[in-house]
């Protein structure tokens, strides 16, 4: 079993940057992928990144490519988001998520593929 908590979310400017953490608890950390997704007002939750188990890959969806990074410290159990350059569409719940059907070397899109998500963190951008 594995809980996911995050935090970090808040409000921005138009062009400034936040960090999300989320943390979680369980003794296999390094062998899930873990990713963020988000979901807007009135919008689907909809893949932003994922990050393999050890660290050295990634998958970014298009939308925050070259804006957000992903990263992860496996000793801490922790997954971050450095989120910059926000746009005002980047408004939304983020929620991180450990898929561990990979055995950490998947990285996958689909919200069903993942195993335990997070409760969401508010994230608004103002223009």
């Known amino acids: 079993q594995v809980q996911l908590v995050e935090s970090g979310g808040g409000l921005s400017q138009a062009g400034g940057s936040l960090r999300l953490s989320c943390a979680a608890s369980?003794?296999?950390?390094?062998?899930?992928?873990m990713s963020w997704f988000r979901q807007a007002p009135g919008k689907e939750r909809e893949f932003v990144v994922a990050?393999?188990?050890?660290?050295?890959?990634?998958l970014y969806a298009d939308s925050v490519k070259g804006r957000f990074t992903i990263s992860r410290d496996n000793a801490k159990k922790t997954v971050y988001l450095q989120m910059n350059s926000l746009k005002p569409e980047d408004t939304a719940v983020y929620y991180c998520?450990?898929?561990?059907?990979?055995?950490?070397?998947?990285?996958?899109?689909?919200?069903?593929?993942?195993?335990?998500w997070g409760q969401g963190t508010q994230v608004t951008v103002s223009s």
């Open positions: 990050v393999s188990g050890t660290g050295g890959n990634t």
């Open positions: 369980g003794r296999t950390f390094s062998r899930y992928v």
């Open positions: 998520a450990a898929d561990g059907g990979g055995l950490g070397l998947v990285l996958r899109k689909l919200e069903y593929q993942y195993d335990y």
